[in-house]
């Protein structure tokens, strides 16, 4: 039970430092008394163009190769770590887990994903 006592101190610690936090900067913070002063941006002025208009959509594209990618990384790592103890079931799983994530990068290659225009 003490393991529980431990992690429940701990969590009331951390949310009163974050509390006291928040009521530190809310007090010692300088009050925005004029409408310029609380726009966005530092100057003052306001955006020029909507945000959605700064990104292009071509950078969802390469946002889903690396997501290809980085779960697989993520997910070989553990998998290594206990392939000793599964054997050929962890092989089959793993094969397969690559085998869809292939076909996600092949996909993407027909659509011409990896190249810039």
């Known amino acids: 039970m003490t393991g529980y006592l431990q992690a429940f101190v701990f969590a009331m610690a951390a949310l009163a430092a974050a509390a006291l936090t928040v009521a530190l900067g809310s007090r010692l913070t300088a009050r925005l008394a004029t409408e ?11 955006p020029q163009v909507h945000a959605w208009n700064q990104h292009h959509v ?16 993520v997910y070989m790592y553990p998998w290594a770590v206990v392939f000793v103890e599964v054997g ?3 092989l089959m799983e793993m094969g397969m887990f690559i085998t869809i994530l292939v076909l996600g990068i092949l996909y993407a290659w027909r659509e ?5 225009d």
Do not use: T
Not at 37 to 46: D, I, L, N, Q, V
Not at 112 to 116: G, K, M, S, V
């Open 88 to 90: 050929w079931k962890a």
């Open 58 to 73: 071509r950078f969802l594209n390469f946002s889903l190769i690396f997501i290809l990618f980085d779960m697989e990384m």
């Open 36 to 46: 310029p002063a609380r726009r966005p941006f530092e100057s003052g002025a306001g």
């Open 112 to 116: 011409r994903a990896f190249e810039w």
